[in-house]
């Protein structure tokens, strides 16, 4: 339930039109810096930590900031909205208003609402007043939250935290606005990772997605995706006695090791053990976030690195960019290379980013399973469905915090590390990727790259709609009714593959922590038991209503829509012709089809801000994550409507 998609940074738009249907999603009023406003960005290859006090703060100007305000609110007023947490009423002359908790604030805006209980708020719209006179008041992010903090359910406890989150959430944006604009249409043609470090906003659901807490302004610059800095990994040596390491069956440590950093590196690293008098090989090598060296293993495991439990071997040589996971690195020096997943103490999204050293133990064995799985299954194969692995885990576990903590302490997730497979070896001539959180980003005129890609393509909306949903939802559908497996295949968790800027293939990554097997029957090895949840029978098909038709499809319906793409009945009905054509290509299954019925009339509205709101340090226990969910009634299944006609009796 993490990590990030996107939905629209900022644009430039005129006054609400109420001639115009459906205004274009995430426009605002321009954000151009007056004349005397601070210097440009500093450019990525500088050390950030070089920077001067001021020039952190030059993307801090009142106007990006008014901007970046009325887009946050626009988030919460439509987020919010659709999970009920707000009531708008209905205004005489059009538009919606919102009332503060004692009824002193309203909130104007226009805003159209459609499938799914979605609310497409109009940016430029929103206005804030005095109740008692309707006089104007200026646009607070802060105050909006503490005028609704009970209607809201914020508690004392809860609402400066949040508070922080929505301040630094403000604060990435106004970065963002203030780099220079890339339309859409340019983006689409990019490259992957200017398209990963391209995207201008989080989870499309989560308000306060870009919490980051821990990071200084200058953490900030050298580690936010959006920053484009390269980063070079610091290595660690971690005792034998107090680390595990784990692989795939066909990889190892020692030919992982030198496949990631060379002959010449590791001859360093084990002369600089040797300098210390101490044996290489009773050391495993750890790779570690710089951020999480400088500000907590280095004093919190200080008596580790006294001892040499713990020795900083120093930085490898390979240049990489941090995903929108945040904590996730591509290899820019060596593509081909894997990517490295590193502990990070910060707090974002409603968790601290740590890994567990004992969670990661299992995680080869789980990728090895299910890439068995999709290997063998012969329409996951038909879809091309690829997975790429993590096929390496390593993590080390401090004694003295294992012996004062439970399993949930975050001290026990300070130093752990994966690494998983890159996707680019596998493209073929003429392939090229994109994240799938790629589809909802819109530049600053409110153009979607979705849209940008349809159109390069030459394909009609329709076909190409359903070209990424033959690689995307079908085997999804495949994985829960087949086996009771459930991804959480959000817009980062999920790579497209573009062929003439169509989808020709979907890759799934981030796999151990966040899949599940529902179904009791499914058999697993021993090793992989852990994945098995005991969902409610009522609540499983949720893993595509929720995950799926709510957090993803509902925001890129809007946006096609938004464009005069495709309207919304073309969009669901090829939604139901994706699922129908499955269901008839696997009439085996037919019984689960009705046992789970994906064209029942109504499910459960699954609420994410409500998670954070209630508690933005841990949303949910992964190993239990249906005991955490938070419902607010039910949604009209858009896909009902173009259910197939039932066999007739004779037939």
Not at 125 to 145: K, N, Q, V, Y
Not at 374 to 384: E, H
Request: charged share 20%; aromatic share 8%.
């Amino acid at each position: 339930m993490t990590a990030p998609h996107t939905t629209p940074a900022a644009g430039a738009v005129p006054a609400p039109d109420p001639g115009h249907p459906l205004p274009a999603p995430g426009a605002a009023p321009s954000a151009a810096p007056p004349s005397g406003a601070p210097a440009a960005l500093p450019h990525p290859s500088r050390d950030p930590y070089s920077l001067g006090p001021e020039e952190a703060v030059a993307h801090l100007t009142p106007e990006r900031w008014e901007t970046a305000v009325r887009l946050l609110l626009r988030k919460a007023l439509a987020e919010f909205s659709h999970e009920r947490l707000l009531e708008p009423a209905p205004l005489d002359g059009g538009g919606y208003r919102v009332t503060s908790d004692d009824g002193s604030v309203e909130y104007r805006f226009a805003a159209r609402r459609m499938a799914l209980d979605h609310w497409h708020v109009d940016a430029a719209s929103i206005t804030r007043h005095r109740t008692a006179d309707g006089a104007a008041l200026p646009l607070d992010g802060m105050a909006f939250f503490t005028e609704l903090r009970s209607t809201l359910g914020l508690t004392d406890a809860i609402l400066p935290v949040y508070l922080e989150e929505i301040g630094s959430t403000l604060s990435g944006t106004a970065y963002k606005l203030a780099g220079e604009p890339v339309t859409a249409a340019e983006l689409a043609g990019a490259g992957f990772q200017a398209i990963e470090t391209g995207m201008t906003e989080g989870h499309p659901c989560f308000v306060a997605n870009n919490g980051r807490l821990g990071f200084s302004i200058r953490d900030y610059h050298a580690h936010a995706p959006e920053t484009a800095a390269p980063v070079q990994l610091l290595w660690l040596a971690a005792h034998r006695d107090h680390t595990t390491f784990s692989c795939s069956a066909d990889t190892g440590y020692e030919r992982l090791l030198r496949a990631e950093l060379g002959a010449a590196a590791l001859d360093a690293f084990a002369a600089r053990l040797t300098a210390l008098g101490l044996d290489p090989a009773d050391y495993l090598l750890i790779p570690v976030h710089p951020w999480q060296w400088w500000n907590k293993l280095s004093v919190t495991f200080a008596a580790a690195v006294a001892r040499r439990r713990l020795v900083c071997l120093g930085a490898g040589t390979d240049r990489y960019l941090a995903q929108q996971s945040i904590r996730t690195f591509f290899n820019t020096t060596d593509p081909a290379r894997h990517y490295v997943k590193t502990a990070l103490s910060v707090l974002n999204m409603g968790f601290m980013r740590g890994l567990s050293a004992a969670y990661m133990e299992a995680t080869p064995a789980i990728n090895d399973w299910l890439a068995g799985l999709v290997a063998r299954d012969p329409v996951l194969r038909r879809t091309g469905l690829t997975v790429i692995r993590e096929r390496a885990a390593v993590g080390y576990r401090d004694p003295g915090y294992e012996a004062a903590t439970d399993r949930h302490s975050p001290y026990r997730k300070m130093l752990a590390a994966l690494w998983r497979e890159s996707p680019v070896p596998t493209l073929e001539p003429g392939q090229r990727l994109a994240t799938m959180a790629a589809l909802l980003h819109t530049d600053r005129d409110g153009r979607s790259l979705a849209a940008a890609l349809i159109d390069r393509s030459g394909l009609a909306p329709r076909v190409w709609l359903r070209r990424y949903l033959d690689a995307y939802l079908t085997p999804l559908l495949h994985s829960f009714y087949a086996y009771g497996l459930a991804f959480m295949p959000h817009g980062e968790n999920v790579i497209l593959v573009l062929q003439d800027d169509a989808v020709a293939r979907v890759v799934f990554k981030d796999l151990a922590e966040e899949i599940v097997v529902m179904e009791p029957d499914t058999p697993l090895p021993p090793e992989v038991e852990r994945i098995r949840a005991g969902t409610p029978e009522e609540e499983r098909l949720l893993a595509i209503f929720t995950d799926v038709f709510d957090c993803f499809l509902r925001h890129l319906a809007a946006l096609l829509v938004a464009e005069d793409v495709l309207d919304e009945e073309g969009f669901w009905r090829t939604v139901a012709e994706t699922i129908t054509a499955y269901q008839e290509s696997v009439p085996e299954l037919a019984e689960r089809f009705a046992r789970y019925d994906i064209f029942t009339e109504e499910f459960a509205l699954s609420c994410l801000n409500r998670l954070q709101l209630r508690n933005n340090r841990q949303m949910v226990d992964l190993t239990d994550p249906s005991a955490a969910l938070q419902f607010a009634g039910t949604l009209r299944n858009p896909v009902a409507p173009y259910a197939p006609a039932p066999a007739s009796a004779g037939a």
